[in-house]
């Protein structure tokens, strides 16, 4: 009689996971639409209005995962072929991503001119609406996620929560932190020009790295 024990263990690709959080905070840290309006209403309005601002950004992220997470998976489930043209267009986007920041000029603008004084409400909302009402959100966790599913066992859409829930955690800490020092963030960028170059090309990088990833994955 066989008296072995179905494992309960899941084998999980910690290496993977590390990458992810590490491309993640990259992500966060480059200036982008999202980071540089933390920024400004957080100089415009105070810090806790540019935390509420990420909030609502965050918040906005659980809409884009639930559509990726229930979606991709079916797709994948009814067609193995599929994954890899995800992972193929996933890499491509984001050597465009990268063509379209070498293409920019690297100056990071931060103007206070115009910025009404909002409610710590109006400013959850406004970031809610600001991400979920963005298609490139979409086509970048579609592009983002699929090439950092860390588990062969673990459900699919288990795993799309997993990793949103890291991005959101890891992309908050940073966000709020820019909220936090937005003063000193400011006046540093303002006497340092150059940083702004420095971090085009840590976008570029970045984002090139991820695609080049993407293509060699196994999965």
């Not at 509420?52 to 995962?65: D, F, P, W, Y």
């Amino acid at each position: 009689m066989d008296l072995r024990y179905p494992s309960i263990f899941i084998s999980v690709n910690y290496e993977i996971l590390y990458t992810f959080v590490f491309s993640t905070a990259l992500l966060a840290i480059s200036p982008g639409p999202d980071n540089i309006y933390v920024l400004v209403q957080s100089m415009c309005n105070g810090k806790k209005y540019g935390i509420a601002t990420v909030a609502g950004l965050m918040t906005g992220c659980l809409v884009h995962a639930t559509l990726l997470a229930f979606g991709v998976s079916a797709l994948i489930k009814e067609n193995g072929k599929l994954f890899f043209v995800i992972k193929l267009f996933g890499a491509l986007y984001l050597f465009y991503l990268a063509y379209r920041v070498y293409k920019s000029s690297g100056d990071i603008s931060i103007s206070e001119d115009g910025v009404a004084k909002k409610s710590l409400l109006q400013l959850y909302k406004q970031g809610f609406i600001m991400n979920v009402l963005n298609p490139k959100v979409t086509i970048f966790f579609l592009a983002f996620f699929p090439g950092f599913l860390f588990s062969k066992e673990l459900n699919m859409v288990v795993q799309f929560y997993i990793l949103t829930a890291i991005f959101i955690i890891v992309s908050f800490v940073i966000f709020s932190g820019i909220a936090i020092l937005s003063g000193t963030i400011a006046m540093y960028i303002k006497g340092h020009p150059k940083v702004g170059t420095i971090l085009k090309w840590v976008q570029i990088i970045v984002f090139a790295s991820i695609g080049i990833y993407l293509l060699l994955s196994d999965k």
